[in-house]
Nanobody, 115 residues
Framework: QVQLVESGGGLVQAGGSLRLSCAAS????????MGWFRRAPGKQRELVAA???????NYADSVKGRFTISRDNAKNMVFLQMNSLKPEDTAVYYC?????????WGQGTQVTVSS
């Protein structure tokens, strides 16, 4: 079983920055893809960014050039640096890890961007 603990959400003005962190712990043999999803009010959950073990990344078009995903394989952590934040980035952000052929989710952290 894998537990994910997220941190770093909060309230920020438009144009500001936040950094999300997610730490995976538990009985882990191998983590493959780590990523971040978000769910805005009234919308479906969407992929924000993902990073594979080798470092290949994938971003939603809406965040390209503003967000950067990174990971620390030694510590089983994934990060999301969010710059130039916009009000439309307001959402609950969820850490996601695909490990040992299973999908795991964090509890979510609220990001609110004021205009």
């Amino acid at each position: 079983q894998v537990q994910l603990v997220e941190s770093g959400g909060g309230l920020v003005q438009a144009g500001g920055s936040l950094r999300l962190s997610c730490a995976a712990s538990g009985s882990i043999f191998s983590i493959n893809v780590m990523g971040w999803f978000r769910r805005a009010p009234g919308k479906q959950r969407e992929l924000v960014a993902a990073i594979a073990t080798g470092g290949n990344t994938n971003y939603a078009d809406s965040v390209k050039g503003r967000f950067t995903i990174s990971r620390d394989n030694a510590k089983n952590m994934v990060f999301l640096q969010m710059n130039s934040l916009k009000p439309e980035d307001t959402a609950v952000y969820y850490c996601n890890v695909f490990a040992d052929y299973n999908d795991y989710w964090g509890q979510g952290t609220q990001v609110t961007v004021s205009s």
